[in-house]
């Protein structure tokens, strides 16, 4: 199946181009149109607000792809034993084992555990079982922050093992060292206030990145949902 560029990418790459123009605004020759001190201020704001979108397309994009494959239908045995595995698990099950291992109190498990009865994420151990209804909430939760470390365990959690080998592949780039070069310049930019030593080029090839991280994760998650469920599903 031809790749379709998803809504949710249509949405962020028409939002990264209007920061870049706002850049370019502030660095026109135009007359009292910004002095130094407010284009080093809007050269910051426009890589924090590159790293919000990015959150936002994330958020957007798993939204999307889960209301339409929850609206047709997925039998658990079509969905990644990763992704199965992680809505089973919830931090209720996890704590009354912990506690468990600590007291050794079967009683004091088995009470913890009753009221799971009957739950519904309990289907997604069963194959050949119509999945209950999938959040994309519960599977971004944590996560949305767009680090390398985040978006490692937000794709690990949908069944891709390694996302930064997927894309890393598919755009001949590491990929991976950008998106971690752009929380740095992120980073620094919440502890200083502003972006030192750059100029509007800069910030236009690093806005420039994230669209191509995008790009990339994308053509990545229209794979996944082809094989998961049918083109149809993916938000186009």
Request: glycine share 6%.
């Amino acid at each position: 199946m031809r790749y379709r560029k998803s809504n949710a990418r249509r949405i962020f790459e028409g939002q990264i181009d209007y920061l870049k123009g706002v850049v370019s605004k502030a660095f026109s020759d135009l007359p009292g149109v910004a002095d130094s001190d407010c284009r080093q201020f809007v050269l910051g704001h426009a890589i924090i607000l590159g790293s919000a979108k990015f959150e936002d397309y994330i958020q957007d994009i798993l939204t999307r792809f889960f209301n339409n494959l929850n609206a047709n239908g997925v039998q658990t045995h079509n969905l990644p034993k990763e992704l199965r595995a992680f809505l089973f698990n919830d931090n209720i099950t996890a704590y009354a084992y912990r506690q468990f291992a600590v007291s050794n109190d079967e009683e004091k498990l088995l009470q913890s555990l009753i009221p799971m009865i009957g739950n519904d994420r309990l289907t997604f151990m069963r194959d050949g079982a119509p999945a209950p209804t999938i959040y994309a909430s519960k599977i971004h939760s944590g996560v949305r922050y767009p680090s390398p470390k985040n978006i490692l365990r937000l794709f690990r959690r949908l069944g891709i093992r390694n996302i930064f080998h997927e894309i890393n592949r598919s755009s001949h780039t590491d990929l991976q060292s950008k998106l971690q070069s752009l929380n740095d310049t992120r980073t620094e930019i919440a502890h200083i206030g502003r972006l030192v030593g750059s100029n509007d080029r800069d910030v236009k090839r690093l806005l420039n990145e994230y669209k191509l991280i995008i790009e990339h994760i994308d053509r990545i998650l229209f794979k996944y949902a082809c094989q998961i469920s049918s083109p149809s599903c993916w938000p186009s």
